[in-house]
Nanobody
């Protein structure tokens, strides 16, 4: 079983920045995809940014131009640098990873517990 641990959330004023981190730990053969989703109260969970299985980055519309995803494969860690934050960015941010537990096995979707980001106006 893999554990995804997010950190870096908090309270920030509009226009500010935050950097989220997510570390995957456990019995991992390989990480196929890894990234961030968010869910605001009363809304569906949406993609923020992720690394696809081919290694390319995919950004949700709300993140383009303001957020940057990066990773350290040696540490099984993905980061999300969030700049120019807006009140509408307020949400719980979840780390997601597609984990391959063994050779030839399909990747399994794993989720962290989430970290709260609150942006005040």
């Amino acid at each position: 079983q893999v554990h995804l641990k997010e950190s870096g959330g908090g309270f920030v004023q509009a226009g500010g920045s935050l950097r989220l981190s997510c570390v995957a730990s456990g019995s991992i053969h390989s990480i196929k995809t890894m990234g961030w989703y968010r869910q605001a109260p009363g809304k569906q969970r949406e993609l923020v940014a992720k690394f696809s299985s081919g290694g390319s980055t995919v950004y949700g519309d709300s993140a383009k131009g303001r957020f940057t995803i990066s990773r350290d494969n040696t540490k099984n860690t993905v980061y999300l640098q969030m700049n120019s934050l807006k009140p509408e960015d307020t949400a719980v941010y979840f780390c997601n990873a597609g984990i391959q537990y063994g050779v030839g096995l399909d990747a399994f979707d794993e989720w962290g517990q989430g970290t709260q980001v609150t942006v005040s106006s």
